[in-house]
């Protein structure tokens, strides 16, 4: 069965530190998606990233990298610099590509909070 | 850029009564879902819609619950008989073909009192 494990529930950094955020993922399907997504207080889901299972190149857009490694299983998500702004709870996702869907499968988010 | 549009934001409605939660998927997206968040918990599937049919749906859809699309544009979630539990965030998306990626909607903010 997917899973998507989000170990830190919590997280509070002082702006300007960097900070990652880990994402652990099982699934026995070779050809999957992986996601992150931010949640900001106003409760939208805002699209971060989508990489799939043969792609594992790491990723940087601007403050924000994505490290995947499938030997360990893991999609973690780097925020360089931190702003206030990046307080939000953060989710990864985890897509299962069956016949009949695309359904996401969602860790249960770390909440990120930038103290000023 | 274009966006999947939830109506209402927010609904407050009685216990036992019918809610209908509405959405405007992408005109030219395929694939429709529904998916579920209670307060401070993570995001759950609920129903993915495909081809005027439920591909596939949780266990949490249960027979209280149901989608339409009724005109082509709009695809609803109807929950028939609310209950307090049912009280969470319900999120509409859509994407272009089953390996695209997802727009999710802003989601409608179900209160059952």
């Known amino acids: 069965a997917q899973k998507v494990t989000q170990a830190q529930t919590e997280i509070s950094v002082v702006e300007k530190e960097d900070v990652t955020l880990d994402c652990v993922y099982e699934?026995?399907?070779?050809?999957?998606?992986l996601f992150w997504y931010k949640q900001p207080p106003s409760g939208e889901l805002v699209f971060l990233i989508r990489r799939n299972s043969f792609d594992e190149q790491n990723e940087i857009s601007g403050r924000y990298s994505w490290n995947f490694q499938k030997s360990t299983s893991s999609f973690n998500f780097t925020i360089t610099a931190s702003q206030v702004v990046d307080s939000a709870v953060y989710f990864c996702a985890l897509s299962e590509v069956t016949d009949s869907s695309y359904k996401l499968i969602f860790g249960s988010g770390t909440r990120l909070l930038v103290r000023p | 850029e274009p966006e999947v549009t939830q109506t209402p934001s927010h609904q407050v409605t009685q216990m036992g009564q019918e809610v209908i939660l509405r959405c405007v998927p992408i005109s030219n997206h395929l694939y429709f879902y529904w998916y579920r968040q209670i307060l401070g918990q993570k995001v759950e599937f609920l129903v993915s819609?495909?081809?005027?049919?439920?591909?596939?749906k949780s266990e949490i859809f249960d027979d209280q619950f149901s989608v339409e699309r009724p005109d082509g544009s709009n695809f609803t979630l109807k929950i028939r008989s609310t209950k307090l539990e049912d009280s969470a965030m319900y999120f509409c998306?859509?994407?272009?073909?089953?390996?695209?990626?997802?727009?999710f909607g802003s989601g409608t903010r179900l209160t059952v009192v």
């Open positions: 998306a859509s994407n272009p073909g089953r390996e695209d990626g997802y727009t």
């Open positions: 699934t026995r399907d070779t050809t999957y998606y």
């Open positions: 819609f495909y081809n005027n049919e439920i591909s596939e």
